[in-house]
Each structure stands twice: as C-alpha cells, then as structure tokens.
C-alpha cells in the first residue's frame, strides 16, 4: 500500500503535536488530607479537570506533616493549593507560606457562611467545610442523658471515657469547652488541665477509626469526638447517642489557600471555587465526605442528620480564634503531658 507523502508527514508529525498539546497543559498540584479521595476525585478533580482542561495532582498526608513540607519547599514552591485544618492554616499564615485570596476571583464566595468567608482574619483561606465538635455516649450504659462537659466526670464512667489527644484537632477544642464549662476564662486554662489530670480517662485517641473501634469493642461509654466521625460510628449498630450540651459545642473549619509563590494562582482560584460551588458541596455532602460552607445547599434528612448543616445548626457553635490556639498551643501540649497524660 502506498501512502502520500504529505500523509506520512501527518503520521510521523501526530505524536509529536499530541504530546506538545499534553506538554502544554497545566498541572495544578493540591496538598491535602488524602481522606475519602476517591470520592473527592469524583465530585472534585474528574469534574474540574474536565472543566479547565489542565491536570490537578493531590499530594496527601496529615497537617503537621504537609505544613512542615510548604516550610521546607518556601524558596521553590511546588504546591498550589493547600487544604488544612484552620489553626494548622494560621501556622502556615504567620510564617508567610501563603498568598492574599481575592474574593472578587471567587464567585460563590457570597453563598459561603459568615464564619466561612475569612477564617483567619487575614484574608488568607475560605473555609469549605465545617464541624462540631461534641460528646458521644451509650444509650444503654447511661441512662441519664449527657448534658454538659461536666458529665464526663460522673463516678459511673470512670475508666469508660476516651480523650482526642491534644495534637489532634479536636484536642484543643475539648480543653476549651472544659475550661469554659469550669468557669475558666480564656486567658487561663488551669481549670481545664486540673480538672482533666482527674478524669478517670481509658485512653487517649489519635484518629477517629481508633475511637470508632473502642466504642464497638464496648471498651468506651463516652467521648468528645468530631461530627465527621459520627457517619462511622453509627455503623458500629451500638446504641449511641450526640449529646446536647447546654455549655455548646465548638465548631471547626478546614480551609483552602494558595501557597505564596505559587505560580498558577489564577487556575488555583477557579479551583478553590469550584470547591465552593454549590453542586460540588452538595456532591461531597451526600457521599458524608464535608458538612458544606455553602449555605444554598439542601439535603435529604437522613444525610444531614450525620453532618454539621443548616443555618440553625451551625449558629450554635462556637468558633475558636485561630489566634488564641496558636498562641496558646505549645504550652497546653506541654501542660497536657506534665498534667494530663502523666
């Protein structure tokens, strides 16, 4: 057979052009929690992708460690877009690892939360998800409901209760809202810390797949945990309840930025975007990934029963400064362990 020449140019020039055409396309590179990525490669990456024509590479790993690494990698930069734990996000702030967003780039910033729109205080992230963070308990080894903070140190739950370490995110969040149920002001702790060195406590939980296990082994009654855990736990098919506490619930946000220096600020503000776009928080919602930010989205009863949602909901937390856990951090970790763990 033969074949034209200009044909065989076509043929030989093809390859050449496709992979100049591949080359050409941007690579948009997220650091973030590698939890449930399979669907948030579903609801988020597979779609933006499609929609920008550019490729999205997740790097994964816990706060401490990929804060450690934008710290590392300040001169050269090889992240865009960073998702973190809010006061994990302040750290990364003070030190200068990230760029000013620009909410005019971001059109659903005004379908976001209040407490979503500039967690930080200082224009850095939006927040696109949030959590309470409360109390778990047994409905059948506990017959009185738990109401407060304070009822953690009822005599029949000594040696049944689990405590988030400190390190945690929800660690400091429980130091707070005990020292607050304590009457302790913000400015001293001590009434948390001397309370917690008495707690009758079985064991201190890093992740919440530990606690989830704890509570089907029927080793724990009660335990201060995130919302974002209760999906898992109701699998357990125990009898649980989430407690109402009179002395609230904290609330937690996890945020998006742009890494400082990054060089494709513009495609990281599309995707910081469509992460707060009202069908993607509705995606992430009803696969129980994220309760959303965005306000506009509306669930089934029954998901958002396992979520943090709904205006009514969500006015009810207490949000922590960023600030004041930074500031305070190292010293309650030092305090946790000299006063606490022991």
Same mark, same amino acid.
């Given at each position: &057979?033969?074949?034209h020449?200009s044909?065989? *140019?076509l043929?030989?020039?093809l390859?050449?052009?496709?992979a100049?055409?591949?080359?050409? $396309? ?9 939890i449930?990525q =399979?669907?948030?490669? $579903?609801?988020?990456t597979?779609p ?9 590479? /997740? ?6 460690d990929?804060?450690a ?18 006061? /994990?996000a ?11 967003l620009?909410? !005019? ?5 005004s379908?976001?939360?209040d407490f !979503? ?5 200082d224009g850095?992230?939006?927040a ?22 304070? =009822? ?28 607050r149920?304590?009457?302790? +002001? ?12 008495? *707690?009758k406590?079985l064991?201190y ?10 509570f ?12 974002f ?5 109701l ?9 109402r ?6 609330? *937690?946000?996890?945020?998006a930025s742009?890494? $400082?220096g990054? +060089? ?6 599309? /995707?910081?975007?469509? &992460? ?6 509705t995606?992430?919602?009803? =696969?129980l990934?994220?309760?959303? !930010?965005?306000?506009?989205?509306k669930?089934p009863?029954?998901?958002?029963a396992?979520?943090t ?9 207490? /949000?922590m =400064?960023?600030?004041?856990?930074l ?10 362990n000299?006063?606490v763990?022991r």
């Amino acid at each position: &057979m033969k074949i034209h020449r200009s044909a065989r *140019l076509l043929f030989t020039l093809l390859p050449l052009t496709l992979a100049a055409a591949h080359a050409q $396309k941007a690579t948009l590179v997220v650091s973030g929690f590698g939890i449930a990525q =399979d669907k948030i490669d $579903k609801n988020i990456t597979r779609p933006f992708e499609a929609k920008c024509g550019c490729n999205v590479v /997740f790097e994964v790993g816990n706060n401490a460690d990929r804060l450690a690494k934008l710290g590392a990698r300040r001169a050269n930069p090889n992240v865009d877009v960073v998702l973190l734990a809010d006061y /994990f996000a302040k750290q990364a702030s003070a030190q200068g690892l990230l760029e000013q967003l620009d909410p !005019a780039l971001l059109t659903n910033y005004s379908k976001l939360y209040d407490f !979503a729109r500039d967690p930080l205080k200082d224009g850095t992230s939006v927040a696109f998800t949030v959590y309470s963070v409360g109390i778990v308990y047994r409905t059948d080894k506990i017959t009185k409901p738990i109401t407060s903070w304070k =009822d953690l140190w009822r005599p029949e739950l000594a040696g049944k209760v689990a405590l988030p370490n400190i390190t945690t995110t929800q660690g400091p969040p429980t130091v707070w809202l005990v020292n607050r149920a304590y009457g302790g +002001k913000d400015s001293n702790a001590s009434p948390a810390f001397i309370q917690l060195g008495k *707690l009758k406590v079985l064991t201190y939980y890093n992740q919440s797949s530990q606690l989830t296990s704890l509570f089907a082994q029927d080793e724990i009654w009660a335990a201060p945990v995130g919302r974002f855990a209760w999906g898992g736990l109701l699998n357990t098919k125990k009898p649980l309840a989430w407690a109402r506490l009179s002395d609230g619930q904290a609330g *937690l946000v996890n945020v998006a930025s742009i890494v $400082k220096g990054s +060089k494709n600020a513009a495609l990281a503000h599309q /995707f910081i975007d469509f &992460m707060l776009s009202t069908p993607v928080q509705t995606a992430q919602a009803l =696969d129980l990934v994220d309760s959303p !930010a965005n306000k506009q989205v509306k669930l089934p009863a029954a998901v958002a029963a396992q979520l943090t949602v709904g205006v009514s909901q969500v006015a009810g937390l207490r /949000f922590m =400064d960023t600030a004041y856990v930074l500031a305070n951090r190292d010293n309650w970790i030092q305090r946790w362990n000299r006063e606490v763990v022991r």
